[in-house]
T-cell receptor, first 115, second 108 residues
Framework: ETGVTQSPTHLIKTRGQQVTLRCSSQ?????VSWYQQALGQGPQFIFQ???????GRGNFPPRFSGLQFPNYSSELNVNALELDDSALYLC??????????????FGSGTRLTVV | QKEVEQNSGPLSVPEGAIASLNCTYS??????FFWYRQYSGKSPELIMS????GDKEDGRFTAQLNKASQYVSLLIRDSQPSDSATYLC????????FGAGTRLTVKP
């Protein structure tokens, strides 16, 4: 299967709850990155996983955590949801070789609404 | 100082004109540079990548990179209404950082 797939597409949660978002990487890619995009803003880097290890993190609190699995699929977990966590969450996969990234392929995103 | 800065626009050009989009970045160690297009309600899609100083052309798109000035630009020739979207500049040094995007409107 080609392309990056994310699930679910939409989600509504209550403040204080926990959420898990899922991503399947494009075939042949070994790196997955997660982004948060608020309305009218550019994607904000949350973290990146390379070969199942966290390989960089943006300015997000520890309640944002992740995993990458041996098949390069990934999860983003957010605990203690806040209203400001409402956003589009984007997963992007890429091939990292010799420390160079050859462009990211994005999934269609998960729209999270916290009420 | 933001890591990647773009003029938020909106930028409006008539059909057939050249649209010029600009971006500056702060990390001198950045290795790779990208332009993404994002239609409203959709995810970003890669349209250009550039790794070396100079120009890179792909169809109606030309990316320009000047590492000494920490400056990246995108030119869209013969702009079409279908080019109306938000254009995101992205800079990579281990991970990818995005600008806030420039909204482009091409008027028929």
């Amino acid at each position: 299967e080609t392309g990056v797939t994310q699930s679910p597409t939409h989600l509504i949660k209550t403040r204080g709850q926990q959420v898990t978002l899922r991503c399947s990487s494009q075939s042949g890619h070994n790196t997955v990155s997660w982004y948060q995009q608020a309305l009218g803003q550019g994607p904000q880097f949350i973290f990146q996983y390379y070969r199942e290890e966290e390989n960089g993190r943006g300015n997000f609190p520890p309640r944002f955590s992740g995993l990458q699995f041996p098949n390069y699929s990934s999860e983003l977990n957010v605990n203690a949801l806040e209203l400001d966590d409402s956003a589009l969450y984007l997963c992007a996969s890429s091939l990292k070789a010799s420390k160079r990234d050859y462009g990211y392929t994005f999934g269609s995103g998960t729209r999270l609404t916290v009420v | 100082q933001k890591e990647v800065e773009q003029n938020s626009g909106p930028l409006s050009v008539p059909e057939g004109a050249i649209a010029s989009l600009n971006c500056t970045y702060s990390d001198r160690g950045s290795q790779s540079f990208f332009w993404y297009r994002q239609y409203s309600g959709k995810s970003p899609e890669l349209i250009m990548s550039i790794y070396s100083n100079g120009d890179k052309e792909d169809g109606r798109f030309t990316a320009q990179l000047n590492k000494a000035s920490q400056y990246v630009s995108l030119l869209i020739r013969d702009s079409q209404p279908s080019d109306s979207a938000t254009y995101l500049c992205a800079v990579n040094n281990n991970d990818m950082r995005f600008g806030a995007g420039t909204r482009l409107t091409v008027k028929p």
